[in-house]
């Protein structure tokens, strides 16, 4: 007996979301959105982060769902905030480096939000939060993790991942791990139990 009757669409490109989905049981077809975020970003403004990470998430399932009406497709976003600052994906290793030494010894918020579309409209969506601690790491530290990690360091607001070398960079977390990795893995089971895709 298969764990998973059906599969998923994945609006992403995210090699760690499509794991995580995968590695619990699901078949996952990956169609990356095609949502400008800044374009988003700059017509929601100084948004509440949560709030930014929730519209996000739902353009990005939509603009999937649109093309492929007949599938369930799954949306996600993350938002890194800093006392009200939101990060985006480091562009370069220099700004990588330049987020790290703004967080270092800082404890920072990460928001990932999920939402859930069929015919082109959203059917479900929920976020979750979880509090970072980044300890006070050495400049020799962080020159040898941005060196291991090469340009890595730019495929997540903040220049880190916590399933890898990035977890050396913290002291103490609160909240959900596959929060913190990019998605609320566990209400989103919930939910396609609840669908019938996934066995009750």
Not at 27 to 40: A, L, M, R, W
Not at 92 to 119: F, K, M, N, P, Y
Not at 120 to 127: K, M, P, R
Request: hydrophobic content about 45%; aromatic content about 6%.
């Amino acid at each position: 007996m298969t764990l998973s009757r059906s599969q998923v669409v994945l609006a992403s490109a995210s090699p760690a979301r499509r794991r995580l989905l995968e590695a619990a049981g699901l078949k996952v077809v990956v169609t990356p959105h095609t949502v400008d975020e800044g374009t988003v970003k700059e017509a929601v403004g100084d948004s509440d982060p949560a709030d930014l990470a929730m519209i996000l998430a739902h353009a990005k399932a939509l603009s999937v769902s649109e093309a492929n009406p007949s599938a369930l497709v799954v949306g996600a976003d993350q938002v890194l905030s800093l006392d009200g600052r939101i990060f985006n994906k480091p562009a370069s290793r220099e700004e990588a480096r330049e987020q790290l030494l703004d967080l270092r010894g800082q404890r920072h918020t990460l928001i990932s939000a999920v939402a859930c579309a069929t015919g082109g409209a959203v059917v479900w969506s929920q976020d979750s939060e979880a509090q970072l601690t980044m300890r006070a790491f050495s400049t020799d530290f962080l020159g040898a993790y941005l060196a291991a990690l090469d340009d890595k360091v730019m495929e997540s607001a903040g220049g880190y991942q916590l399933e890898g070398f990035g977890a050396q960079l913290f002291e103490h977390i609160e909240g959900d791990y596959f929060t913190i990795l990019g998605l609320p893995l566990l209400p989103l089971l919930g939910f396609l139990r609840s669908e019938h895709i996934l066995l009750t």
